[in-house]
């Protein structure tokens, strides 16, 4: 299985990512291309996509949005990480889940104080995962 981190998006990676999140019982725009380019179009907003693939297929993929407010030590007291929409992984993957959260957290160390996850849905499943893989 391979990571990839998406700060742009090509075509047929947006064809891909929709036809995940199409097909996936959770999908949402949150985790969407269209959301994505909204939160690259907004000031002191950065998104980050990444993207878990197996043979080439998409396995699961967690958007994450950086963001900051104000100057000085405003601005570096506020940055902040924001998964809105909750990752998204095959229920019956277990293998995915950790390989998403240990590279968000490899980014976020380097760019947030804290990373908040804003799920959709019920992740209990991924309840032990998260507690072991946070910032």
């Excluded at 570096?76 to 277990?94: M, Q």
């Excluded at 849905?121 to 946070?134: A, G, I, L, T, V």
Aim: with cysteine; hydrophobic share 40%; proline share 4%.
């Amino acid at each position: 299985m391979n990571i990839e981190i998406l700060k742009n998006l090509t075509p047929s990676q947006i064809e891909q990512i929709e036809g995940f999140i199409t097909h996936h019982p959770h999908g949402n725009f949150f985790q969407s291309p269209q959301a994505f380019q909204f939160f690259n179009s907004v000031d002191h907003f950065e998104p980050v996509l990444i993207v878990a693939k197996k043979n080439r297929k998409i396995t699961g993929l967690l958007m994450t949005v950086f963001m900051e407010n104000g100057v000085g030590l405003k601005r570096f007291f506020s940055r902040r990480c924001i998964v809105w929409g909750g990752p998204l992984i095959n229920s019956d993957d277990t293998q995915t889940i950790p390989l998403l959260l240990l590279e968000l957290n490899r980014i976020a160390k380097k760019k947030a104080i804290y990373i908040e996850t804003r799920n959709l849905f019920d992740s209990s499943n991924f309840k032990k995962c998260f507690s072991e893989y946070r910032l």
